[in-house]
């Protein structure tokens, strides 16, 4: 993709890896649009990152996606990239009453808003010369991590998904590309994992997406930092069975 002239809307973009590329793209100069949930979050980022825009969005909210598209159109009909970022994540126990609520909940934010957004995007975006579709995948598309059964099951359908979208686009001007993180200091499984040494720093996996994408070196569509190589391709490299286990405390 192009790294600066872009308009960039940033789906869960009020932190972590959202807030991360937001401001990635901001410093190059992109005009960039963050949603989610929290106008604080919203205030606080666009009050930092002058000329920023900031709309409040629940991606769970059918209607209000619809709405937000329509404004979109109206209001910066030059946007030609969408990033798919938004995501949430919570353990399960399967086997003890399990509750469903909590599956639906992720599946309708992590699939069904993906899917609906991009749907709602999509006329706009091909009707540019060149456009952007990033998704936010995970490597637990990719190895599994039992106690987030829902979440990585989520991620996995997206992978297949989004080949299937590659696909259909090809010869369109609109590149599908999927980022998928490997474990990164954000909240997404609580404030814990902000410091948790295991995680990989925030700003070393940004300042990585940044060059891997600047250097278009995202073969087959996937943005892979160094550190998630292995779990995506550890089916290809015979290294599956090892880090399933070991991800899994067998
Ligand atoms: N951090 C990791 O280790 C890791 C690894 C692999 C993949 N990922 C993926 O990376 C993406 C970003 O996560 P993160 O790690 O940066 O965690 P995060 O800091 O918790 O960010 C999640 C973002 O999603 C937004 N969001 C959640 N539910 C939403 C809703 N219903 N409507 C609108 N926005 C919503 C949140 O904004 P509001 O709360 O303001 O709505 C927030 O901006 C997710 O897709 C996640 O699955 C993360």
Redesign the pocket.
């Known amino acids: 993709m192009q790294m600066t002239r872009n308009t960039i809307l940033i789906?869960?973009?009020?932190?972590?890896?959202?807030r991360g590329l937001a401001e990635a793209f901001h410093r190059l100069g992109n005009q960039v649009i963050i949603a989610?949930?929290?106008q604080s979050?919203i205030d606080e980022i666009t009050a930092a990152n002058p000329g920023m825009i900031g709309f409040q969005?629940?991606?769970?909210d059918a209607a209000a996606i619809d709405a937000f598209a329509d404004r979109v159109r109206k209001k910066i009909p030059e946007l030609n990239v969408l990033v798919n970022?938004?995501?949430?994540?919570q353990s399960e126990s399967l086997t003890s009453k399990p509750d469903l609520a909590v599956s639906r909940d992720i599946i309708e934010?992590?699939i069904m808003s993906v899917l609906h957004i991009t749907a709602a995007f999509l006329p706009m975006l091909r009707a540019k010369p060149q456009a952007t579709i990033i998704t936010?995948t995970?490597?637990?598309a990719f190895v599994p991590r039992n106690n987030f059964p829902t979440y990585c099951a989520t991620k996995a359908f997206l992978h297949s998904w989004l080949q299937s979208l590659r696909v259909q686009l090809r010869g369109a001007s609109v590149e599908v590309l999927e980022l998928a993180?490997?474990?990164?200091q954000?909240?997404?499984s609580g404030p814990h994992q902000l410091t948790d040494p295991h995680?990989m720093p925030l700003p070393a996996f940004i300042t990585e997406v940044m060059q891997l994408l600047a250097a278009a070196d995202t073969p087959d569509g996937e943005i892979l930092v160094e550190r998630v190589r292995g779990e995506r391709f550890a089916e290809r490299d015979g290294d599956y069975a090892r880090r399933f286990w070991l991800f899994n405390g067998l």
Not at 11 to 18: K, L, M, R, V, Y
Not at 57 to 60: E, H, W
Not at 85 to 89: C, E, K, L, Q, T
Request: aromatic share 2%.
């Open positions: 789906t869960g973009g009020t932190s972590g890896i959202g989610g949930r929290r979050r969005l629940d991606v769970q970022n938004a995501g949430i994540s934010t992590n936010t995970s490597g637990l993180p490997p474990y990164v954000t909240e997404l995680a």
